[in-house]
């Protein structure tokens, strides 16, 4: 029997989806799930509820619960991360704020001010856990880790620890069902390639396994159709600029690039869809409206123990792949040791993976298209300097973190950028203890008077050479105009 850490149990939607998922495998029934919150009322809610899924379906499973992370990953197999360090106070800070600096986020849990900071506080906490489970849990864990900014905590893990882990996410199934829709081919006859990283994923080859036509060309003339363009503006616009389809949604692609939120008139063009079409602050006004809607209510005392079929996220199939060695396919991010090569080692990056019981398999795709990869890497240069500000508690580099955000350097200056992060840093500041005792140097704007004399710099050389060529010029117009000496 593998026993099955759940840490972030308190999590009640996912956590229950991930624990129906389990007890509807049948080679996972006889496993101990081990349910762990830091807070006592979720957790004893999500306890008592999955007891009774247990025994109303009269399963063998053991289900234990504990606000001791340590005790919860004693002797675990598996490890599954749904935490989301300081909850919807945080995630406030992290959309009001910047939002007051122009800086206007839909989800903000990934890239932007707002996945930087969640980044910060949750990477610390990733690198406890890892810790935790090279001392305590069974010598082959693995980590399977749900929480973001995904591509960033991945990143992190990767520099931490060498517990094998991966990131799920399920960007490429959902997508797949749009893209199946559009070119009228079963998602399961569509052979694809899909790599990136988390959250801009490229689909490099899609292709009908039944002919091998290629669905490309439909796809791309279909998304020129404004009844198909309207669902996915940003996404079908960044396609048809670079090429390819990618694995999120408008509301997310369009913070992850500067040229869809930057500006009215683009915000008005591209994001005028509700919600995560690219509404402002869809993802935080619909968790906060899920918070003040059941703030009073056990939303599990509602809800059917009746075991319902596996839902689409990975994590019960790859669970599934290593106790039965059932080889299972799917896209995960993990480190990059060589599998994307035209994007940095060590970076995390989504890829296609193989997983059966000797563990997981990532595959090479080799160079991505130049376009993508430098899509790609403006992402990935954010995620890096997060990663190393979070580890190492270092607010300059928090702040170069935000100013080499694609979508917060289109909107704001330096200055502005290092007051919105010394803002963020002194709002979070619960949920960052790496940073207790440090600031950010000020830089106040320096004040130029009207009367100023500049002190003498070299001249450059481009200037000197220009400068020259006019002297030349010169010399060659007064020679024309010059009077000629009359001869005898």
């Not at 509820?49 to 053991?62: C, G, H, Q």
């Not at 704020?97 to 990733?126: A, E, H, M, W």
């Not at 880790?145 to 893990?157: E, F, H, K, S």
């Amino acid at each position: 029997m593998a026993k099955i850490a759940m840490i972030g149990a308190g999590s009640m939607v996912f956590c229950k989806t991930l624990v129906n998922d389990i007890l509807a495998t049948p080679a996972l029934q006889d496993s101990e799930i081990c349910l762990m919150n830091h807070t006592q009322p979720k957790l004893d809610r999500m306890e008592a509820f999955v007891k009774r899924m247990v025994a109303e379906n009269k399963l063998p499973t053991k289900i234990t619960a504990t606000t001791d992370r340590k005790k919860a990953l004693a002797g675990a197999k598996y490890a599954i991360i749904m935490i989301q360090v300081g909850g919807l106070d945080a995630f406030r800070c992290d959309y009001t704020i910047p939002l007051k600096y122009g800086v206007d986020q839909c989800i903000g849990d990934s890239l932007n001010p707002g996945g930087i900071f969640r980044g910060l506080r949750t990477i610390p906490v990733l690198a406890d856990i890892v810790a935790d489970m090279e001392k305590v849990s069974t010598p082959d864990a693995v980590m399977l880790n749900y929480a973001n900014p995904m591509a960033a905590c991945c990143l992190g893990l990767g520099r931490v620890s060498n517990v094998p882990f991966i990131g799920l996410c399920h960007g490429v199934q959902t997508t797949l069902d749009l893209i199946s829709g559009y070119v009228d081919v079963p998602k399961d006859q569509i052979d694809f390639l899909c790599a990136g990283i988390n959250h801009m994923a490229w689909f490099l080859s899609l292709k009908d396994k039944r002919d091998g036509t290629d669905l490309y060309p439909l796809f791309r003339k279909n998304c020129e159709k404004p009844e198909y363009y309207i669902n996915e503006k940003v996404r079908c616009e960044v396609m048809r600029h670079f090429g390819y389809f990618m694995t999120e949604s408008t509301g997310h692609l369009s913070e992850y690039i500067p040229w869809f939120r930057s500006s009215k008139r683009a915000l008005d063009l591209y994001c005028d869809m509700p919600d995560f079409g690219g509404a402002t602050g869809a993802y935080y006004n619909y968790a906060n409206m899920l918070a003040a809607k059941y703030k009073d209510v056990d939303y599990l005392a509602q809800e059917s123990p009746k075991i319902t079929r596996r839902s689409v996220e990975y994590c019960s199939y790859i669970l599934e792949a290593m106790e039965t060695d059932k080889i299972f396919k799917l896209n995960g991010n993990v480190r990059n040791d060589g599998y994307i090569t035209n994007l940095p080692a060590g970076c995390c990056v989504e890829v296609p993976v193989y997983v059966d019981r000797r563990g997981l398999h990532p595959v090479r795709v080799g160079n991505l298209p130049t376009q993508l990869a430098a899509l790609n890497q403006s992402n990935v240069t954010v995620q890096t300097l997060a990663v190393e500000a979070g580890l190492a508690g270092d607010p300059e580099m928090a702040m170069q973190a935000c100013a080499m955000d694609p979508l917060t350097s289109a909107c704001c200056t330096l200055k502005e950028i290092r007051e919105m992060t010394a803002e963020m840093l002194e709002a979070e500041k619960q949920w960052l203890p790496q940073f207790a005792g440090k600031s950010l140097k000020p830089t106040p704007t320096v004040s130029i008077p009207k009367n100023v004399k500049p002190v003498a710099v070299p001249l450059d050389p481009a200037l000197a050479i220009a400068n020259r060529f006019g002297e030349l010029a010169q010399r060659q117009v007064e020679k024309a105009v010059k009077p000629k000496k009359k001869t005898k």
